[in-house]
């Protein structure tokens, strides 16, 4: 049957149809993806898309929301009940927009904070020179060791002591390439110590913080902000929630009453019209779909299994013999460093893309080479676990990866590589037309 997107407009649709195919034939190993169900799929294709709905839900600036504010509520509630938290806002556009909205909140441009290192596992907005927060803010950082009983990993007596010395506004937490766990109460204990607000970024591992999987941040953590796709299998948006909330220490007040605002006030404020315009219902409409899926049992045993896939792909590479940063993970991400493969993770990438592979490649700590090229690569399982892979897959993947990057001019092993994908992925359907 003939869609209307593809009646109307066929250019759209055969470039749609194509990703789907590459979504469905390939094998996703980007750590900061997933694939969404079909449901979600459908809420966000819809005609809520339409609709302004600046403010929120009782509180808008536009007539005719009361079905917006429905599904808000609906959002609110579900991501309320998934991270024990006392408050929540599910407007931000992405994680990005999120973090834009926290810094809004507690900092003013010049103050200092501290973050992880981008290079050490950190994210670009917890400071890059080349993102709003280290444009607009004073980034100082910490990172992870580089040898020894905690090499790869952050030792928190140097993170105490960076705090202690320059006294930041506020202490983040969180990254896109960090394979452990953090260690929340020492985090609190140092930013009380300190003076800090302390903000976790878990964009990368909400959905195995949500099912008690990895430790709890809510009651530790002044502020937390994330992404919902990635490990929470929602569709791509930000959101940030606090597990108590409290008296915000800037003494900013609510216009009309004249009152000090608590933070949860000051943060709606910050996301609007702070940061963003009107928020982007039919994604909204998404994530409280995707929100009820994460509080099923079933969300918690697929969450298991991606710690359990990580785990067998860590143990795989390191038998394969390769450096695995940390020498193992907590979460649903291996980070390698191919210095001794005598590989940049530019070629790697490439060479795992022409066999039909999608990983991405990553700085590594310490690294020698700029973030354009890079030495590693980051590989995650949350995108394949969706489709059904266990352990016993994912070290087959392994051995399809290290094949490639054994040989990585010789197209016939390429050749190969790919067909053996191809068999995995008929094995593990994904999507099977190409509209919702
Ligand atoms: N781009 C995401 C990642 O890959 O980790 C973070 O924003």
Redesign the pocket.
């Known amino acids: 049957m003939t869609s209307i997107l593809q009646q109307n407009d066929p250019d759209i649709f055969d470039a749609i149809e194509n990703e789907v195919r590459r979504q469905n034939d390939g094998l996703e190993l ?4 997933n694939f969404v169900s079909r449901t979600v799929l459908q809420a966000m294709g819809t005609a809520l898309t339409n609709k302004y709905a600046e403010g929120l839900p009782g509180k808008r600036y536009y007539g005719g929301c009361q079905y917006a504010d429905v599904v808000e509520d609906l959002a609110r509630d579900r991501a309320k009940e998934l991270f024990h938290a006392d408050w929540v806002n599910v407007q931000p556009h ?3 927009s999120a973090n834009a909205a926290v810094y809004l909140a507690v900092m003013k441009p010049g103050e200092t904070f501290l973050g992880l290192d981008l290079s050490h596992g950190g ?3 917890h400071g890059s020179p080349v993102n709003f927060s280290g444009i607009l803010y004073r980034a100082e950082y910490y990172g992870v060791e580089k040898e020894g009983p905690l090499a790869g990993r952050i030792d928190m007596n140097r993170v105490r002591e960076k705090a202690l010395a320059i006294r930041p506004v506020m202490i983040s937490i969180g990254a ?2 960090y394979s452990r766990d953090f260690d929340y109460a020492s985090f609190r204990s140092i930013a009380d110590e300190v003076g800090a607000v302390l903000w976790l970024d878990m ?2 591992t909400a959905g195995l913080i949500a099912t008690g999987i990895l430790n709890d941040p809510m009651e530790h953590c002044h502020i937390v902000s994330t ?1 919902t796709h ?1 490990t929470l299998r929602g569709p791509r948006g930000g959101m940030i929630l606090i597990g108590n909330d409290f008296e915000n220490p800037f003494g900013k007040v609510a216009p009309k009453s004249g009152r000090v605002k608590n933070m949860g006030e000051l943060l709606d404020s910050a996301v609007f019209p702070g940061t963003q315009g009107g928020p982007l219902m039919h994604v909204i409409a998404a994530k409280a779909v995707a929100f009820a899926e994460a509080l099923q049992p079933e969300f918690k045993v697929y969450s298991e299994q991606v710690v359990l896939n990580a785990a067998a792909m860590a143990e795989a590479f390191i038998e394969a013999g390769y450096q695995v940063v940390s020498g193992g993970t907590d979460n649903h991400l291996v980070l390698i460093d191919l210095r001794n493969k005598g590989l940049t993770g530019k070629e790697a990438e490439a060479a795992l893309q022409r066999a039909e592979i999608a990983v ?1 490649k990553n700085m590594v700590p310490f690294d020698d080479k700029s973030p354009f090229v890079t030495s590693g690569i ?1 590989l995650g399982t949350a995108a394949m676990t969706t489709r059904g892979l266990g352990e016993e897959e994912f070290r087959s993947v392994v051995a399809l990866v290290d094949r490639v990057l054994s040989n990585v001019s010789d197209e016939g092993v390429m050749s190969e590589v790919r067909l053996s994908i191809l068999e995995i992925c008929r094995r593990f359907p994904l999507y099977d037309s190409v509209l919702a």
């Open positions: 980007i750590a900061s993806e992405s994680g990005a994210h670009l907005t896109s390439a964009a990368h992404t990635k991405n980051r």
